[in-house]
């Protein structure tokens, strides 16, 4: 592209140089060449575009990993989804879920890395730590917990 180094884009103000950004896109256009790269770079200075590219490059946010299960008792869908998931927080934990179908309780083990949890479908009504529980007295919490509540 020899043409847009002839014009030096400090010496326009950003109407100006956005007019010649569109004209050299419509020239591109008739002439059927791929000018967007050349034309950005020439627009927003190479590490604004940089920066750009790498912005445009991050993948799109993927929807936020979920554990399903079913309840114990009425068999209704209890979610658990798991945001900010960063590998140095040791998150892992069993959930003591009150079904809200029904109000059994329900025990969701999340696992590790785990910043913050969204739950569905039921209330968490307390959360063991996998350091203190192991699945055996989580689930002897849960039936005391169970039995509490009777
Ligand atoms: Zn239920």
């Known amino acids: 592209m020899t043409g847009l180094n002839t ?3 400090e010496d326009y103000d950003t109407e100006e140089r956005e007019f010649i ?3 050299f896109s419509e020239l591109a256009q008739v002439m059927e060449v791929d000018l967007k790269e050349e034309l950005n770079t020439w627009l927003y200075g190479r590490v604004m ?12 946010e993927k929807a936020a990993p979920t554990l399903t299960q079913a309840c114990t008792k009425c068999q209704a869908i209890l979610e658990t989804v798991l945001l900010d998931k960063r590998e140095a927080i040791p998150s892992a934990c069993f959930v003591v879920a009150q079904c809200q179908a029904c109000t059994a309780l329900n025990l969701i083990e999340v696992p590790n890395g785990v910043g913050r949890i969204h739950f569905g479908n039921y209330n968490a009504l307390q959360r063991l730590d996998r350091k203190q ?3 055996e007295q989580a689930k002897a919490k849960l039936d005391q917990i169970r039995s509490s509540k009777k």
């Open 7 to 9: 014009f030096a884009s």
């Open 21 to 23: 950004v569109a004209t």
């Open 49 to 60: 575009y940089t920066l750009m590219k790498a912005f445009e490059r991050e993948e799109p």
């Open 133 to 135: 529980y192991t699945p």
